[in-house]
């Protein structure tokens, strides 16, 4: 199997993308620790690592505190011994035009889009660079690679998520350690349900835009992980997978 023997960890792992990436780590023979909010659900991911055969351990936390962030990180390889794979995954959305007044909720969001899954890189990359190794993927978006109204918060985070992935590629490529991104289009979990108000557009108008013509599923990004976090990707360091169905690159 394509991770035997690989410990993961990921956040925001109790649901959508998270938990399938979860399914499809264990399924692929990782052990995978799960932090999230909402502590039944990183509990119910857990119980579906175990179902798979591999060990499980299901922690509640705000990746924005951080300290209690580093420190899952660290229970992490007390646990089981080491940390191979970390997906920053966690992250909300939110509507917000330029000219609005809404400090607290944009720094908010930037809190947890951007700086959580900066210094979950860099916990998870101390223990990989002292191992030699190790695979970090954070879930950045489409909307990462394109400006969209109404989304300055989003849009800014997540193409921050993409660059400060290529920097620590950079950075620690040489010592083992690869960085990369994943850019996924609009996928029907619960965060996109939140995200959408009375003025979204409808789910029709949305696929207009998709040249494949449909959502993305957990499972399509969860195999985008995986390939991310394996020896099949020994040589891709620095990248944004985009997982859109053709969404950023179509032109008008
Ligand atoms: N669904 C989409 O259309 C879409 C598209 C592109 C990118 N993304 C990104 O994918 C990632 C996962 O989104 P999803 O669609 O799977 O969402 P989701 O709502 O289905 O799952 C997110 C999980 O993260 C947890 N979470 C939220 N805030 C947290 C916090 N502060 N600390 C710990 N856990 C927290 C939630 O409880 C939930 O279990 C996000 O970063 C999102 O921006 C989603």
Same mark, same amino acid.
């Given at each position: 199997?394509?991770?035997?023997?690989?410990?993961?960890?990921?956040?925001?792992?109790?649901?959508?993308?998270?938990?399938?990436?979860?399914?499809?780590?264990? @399924?692929?023979?990782?052990?995978?620790?799960?932090?999230?909010?909402? *502590?039944?659900?990183?509990?119910?991911?857990?119980?579906?690592?175990?179902?798979?055969?591999?060990?499980?351990?299901?922690?509640?936390?705000?990746?924005?505190? #951080? /300290?209690?962030?580093?420190?899952?990180?660290?229970?992490?390889?007390?646990?089981? =011994?080491?940390?191979?794979?970390? +997906?920053?995954?966690?992250?909300? !959305?939110? &509507?917000?035009?330029?000219?609005?007044?809404?400090?607290?909720?944009?720094?908010?969001?930037?809190? *947890?889009?951007?700086?959580?899954?900066?210094?979950?890189?860099?916990?998870?990359?101390?223990?990989?660079? @002292?191992?030699?190794? =190790?695979?970090?993927?954070?879930?950045?978006?489409?909307?990462?690679?394109?400006?969209?109204?109404?989304?300055?918060?989003?849009?800014?985070?997540?193409? =921050? +998520?993409?660059?400060?992935?290529? !920097?620590?590629?950079?950075?620690?490529?040489?010592?083992? %350690?690869?960085?990369?991104?994943?850019? /996924?289009?609009?996928?029907? #979990?619960?965060?996109?349900?939140?995200?959408?108000?009375?003025?979204?557009?409808? !789910?029709?108008?949305?696929?207009?835009?998709? /040249?494949?013509?449909?959502? &993305?599923?957990?499972?399509?990004?969860?195999?985008?992980?995986?390939?991310?976090?394996?020896?099949?990707?020994?040589?891709?360091?620095?990248?944004?997978?985009? %997982?859109? =169905?053709?969404?950023? /690159?179509?032109?008008?």
């Amino acid at each position: 199997m394509k991770l035997d023997g690989r410990v993961a960890g990921i956040t925001g792992g109790g649901a959508g993308f998270g938990r399938a990436m979860a399914q499809a780590f264990s @399924r692929n023979g990782a052990d995978v620790a799960i932090c999230d909010l909402n *502590l039944d659900d990183a509990e119910e991911t857990a119980r579906m690592v175990a179902a798979n055969g591999r060990r499980a351990l299901a922690r509640k936390l705000d990746v924005t505190d #951080t /300290p209690r962030l580093q420190s899952f990180i660290d229970e992490i390889v007390s646990e089981f =011994g080491k940390i191979d794979i970390w +997906v920053g995954n966690a992250g909300m !959305v939110g &509507v917000m035009l330029a000219e609005d007044d809404d400090e607290g909720f944009s720094r908010q969001l930037l809190d *947890l889009n951007l700086r959580a899954v900066f210094l979950g890189a860099q916990a998870a990359g101390r223990h990989m660079l @002292r191992q030699g190794s =190790g695979s970090i993927i954070n879930i950045a978006s489409m909307y990462g690679t394109r400006a969209s109204a109404g989304r300055v918060a989003y849009c800014t985070a997540k193409a =921050g +998520v993409i660059m400060l992935s290529q !920097v620590l590629a950079v950075e620690w490529g040489a010592r083992g %350690v690869r960085v990369n991104s994943i850019g /996924p289009g609009y996928s029907d #979990t619960q965060l996109f349900r939140k995200g959408r108000s009375a003025h979204s557009p409808g !789910v029709d108008e949305l696929l207009e835009r998709v /040249p494949m013509e449909r959502f &993305v599923t957990v499972d399509e990004v969860a195999a985008a992980a995986t390939f991310l976090a394996s020896d099949d990707a020994s040589f891709v360091n620095g990248h944004c997978l985009l %997982v859109d =169905g053709g969404w950023s /690159p179509r032109g008008a």
